[in-house]
């Protein structure tokens, strides 16, 4: 991997607040049956949540299973004070969940091993691991947790856990774009006893999804670096880092990424199991 690529990696994380009086009303937020778009100016303190179990943890809860948005998987942006964590972070033995560090330093303990955590690092945490969480740093740490109840397979054993980081790992160019169209995975798309992909899509500058994309999977997408123009199914909407967009199955979607710099986005998206028969919800 180019040592020079990696340094240059950067990752948008939130730090609260409140817009100033003097600011104006008007902005890009939207809320739609196809799409939503929370952009970065939203992420204030007065939309912060907080959970059981968690000390000195307060979070931004940007997607929830709810009828009319994300069916699939809930997002959160996690924000841990020094000393803060949980020692029992999931309370749904059901759930799966991917942690992805966007600042500061994590310590996760699975089986008891402690895998410290730091800026581009991923895991994923099968149902029922059991897995703590401490910020025994001495700064504010804030990672993306994504969490989705798993779909069993007959035959098919769950996932292991994983640790890894984004840095040791070499992106994907797609297809036919001359590298300018990128996917860095964590998981092997061909492994079925996985659910669920969260990867990071990176675009060089002018680099385009070049048709609107109409699939099956739902999609989260948090912009960690960059800027661009998104299509949501007929409309065009510029993002940057720190914006977040839901879509939901069969919304087009389609990117041209203008520069100067590139535009990188965490994408989740559920996969590799058959569509359910009788309704939502059965």
């Not at 939203?42 to 179990?53: H, M, R």
């Not at 559920?270 to 359910?276: G, I, L, Y």
């Amino acid at each position: 991997m180019d040592m020079m690529k990696m340094a240059d990696r950067t990752y948008y994380a939130p730090k609260g607040g409140l817009p100033p009086q003097t600011d104006l009303i008007t902005d890009r937020a939207v809320f739609t049956e196809a799409y939503a778009v929370i952009p970065k100016r939203e992420f204030s303190d007065i939309v912060t949540s907080y959970l059981p179990g968690w000390d000195k943890t307060r979070l931004w809860i940007i997607a929830r299973p709810l009828s009319g948005f994300a069916e699939t998987f809930s997002q959160y942006i996690m924000e841990v004070q020094p000393g803060g964590g949980s020692d029992k972070p999931e309370p749904d033995a059901g759930a799966e969940g991917v942690l992805f560090v966007v600042e500061g330093e994590v310590t996760v303990t699975l089986g008891g091993k402690n895998h410290v955590m730091k800026p581009g690092g991923y895991a994923f945490l099968p149902p029922s691991s059991g897995w703590t969480l401490r910020n025994n740093g001495q700064a504010t740490a804030r990672f993306h947790w994504i969490r989705k109840a798993y779909e069993k397979a007959e035959g098919v054993d769950a996932p292991e856990p994983i640790f890894t980081n984004e840095n040791d790992i070499a992106p994907n160019a797609m297809p036919d774009t001359d590298g300018r169209w990128a996917t860095t995975r964590f998981v092997d798309p061909l492994d079925l006893r996985h659910d669920m992909h969260v990867t990071i899509v990176t675009f060089e500058p002018g680099g385009i999804i070049p048709f609107p994309e109409t699939h099956v999977m739902e999609h989260g997408l948090y912009v960690l670096e960059g800027k661009a123009v998104y299509r949501l199914n007929q409309d065009w909407v510029e993002v940057q880092a720190g914006d977040y967009m839901w879509l939901r199955a069969f919304c087009p979607q389609a990117c041209y990424a203008g520069g100067p710099g590139k535009f990188r986005y965490l994408l989740y998206k559920d996969v590799n199991r058959h569509a359910k028969l009788g309704g939502f919800g059965r």
